[in-house]
């Protein structure tokens, strides 16, 4: 069946000027041309929508989130309580929300027992409505870093997957994802905001260790990405070879620069630190946590405008999944994005064409082009004169299948 997206305003990613009364043709899951209406013939038969006062553009793609999690306070202890197949189920539901909400893509950045392969494999066999998903297994970090549990000896977790010590056991831990299903590894080269006991200035996977998995992704094309906070863990994550950095806390020039020669993304996650230090202890956040974000908050603000200003690519994530982050309301990244001295349209090509590129799908989605899926959003008014209109997203489709 062929439809036709008609009339409306056409920003297609790639940053140019909007198109005015624009005709998207779509021929059963793919663009088959775009461009101005008095440039396209309608053909005969088409399922024709109108578009009239809308403004048309890709789906966004989000590319940090956690689907396991549903963006509670603290999940650490639920998570010894729930049982993996029940936090699959609830995965498929938070995939569910953020395509609803204009989200047709999303890279997950770590679960437990490959929940997020699983619902990538339900989606994709058409079980589960959901997302493209690109997914990367377990994360890996170190004994007692961010991404281990931090609970008495006498208490026992049953999964230690992902945690390692030493370059050996980070090449295994790194084939052992592939084996599973992963698409990207995931890194954590410092300590984080929401794990006890740890310090997100303070490197943990070492040169080596990081090295020796990102080697074993690159032997098959695949990409990888660092949740890097602080300066060291982020230069030697970049020296090793990661495609991007997480959160980007604590950037100086001399990993600005880095950062540059070796085309390496940010993706920022403004919403997870926002998040937290807006709510703060009173809604249940626990207050190491708190405390850290508060004391990043402004230096991250500061990071994201450098790296910005200096040319980095930035890619839009939100770490959906954290503290009052919650699935469906990732267009809140845009508007943090644009607070800290985006434009709009550097907004929308960050959570399109950028992040497309970054998950290496940029031959198939994030800007409306022939030959790619017709992945299409679409909302009332302009969200070049307002980002936040994004977060209503009224008009969703994905290869071409109205949602």
Known sequence: MTKVLKGGCLIDG????????????????????????????????????????????????????????????????????????????????????????????LRDMGEVGYIDVAVKKAITAGLYAGPRLMVSGHGLSITGGHGDAHFIPEVQVTSKVGVVDGADAARKAAREQIKHGADVLKLCATGGVMSEGTEPGAQQLTYEEMKAAIDEFKKLGKASAAHAQGTQGIKEAIRAGISSIEHGFFLDEEAIQ???????????????????????????????????ARKAQEAHIDSFKRAKAAGVKIAMGTDAGTPFNYHGENAQELALMVKAGMSEMEAIVATTKTAAELLQMEKDIGTIEKGKYADVIAVEGSPLDDITLLENVEFVMKGGEMV
């Open 14 to 105: 790639n940053g140019s000027l909007p198109v005015e009364n624009a005709v998207i043709v779509i021929e059963e899951e793919r663009i088959k041309e775009v461009g101005c209406a008095d440039s396209i013939e309608i053909p005969e038969g088409a399922e024709v929508v109108d578009m009239t006062g809308k403004t048309i553009m890709p789906g966004m793609i989000d590319c940090h989130v956690h689907i396991g999690s549903g963006g509670e306070a603290s999940s650490e202890l639920q998570n010894l309580k729930e049982l993996i197949p029940y936090k699959a189920l609830k995965a498929t539901t938070h995939a569910k929300k953020a395509l609803d909400a204009g989200v047709t893509a």
């Open 258 to 292: 880095m950062m540059l020669d070796r085309d390496v993304y940010l993706v920022p996650t403004l919403t997870a630190v926002h998040g937290i230090v807006t709510h703060g202890v009173e809604a249940g956040i626990p207050e190491y946590a708190v405390n850290k």
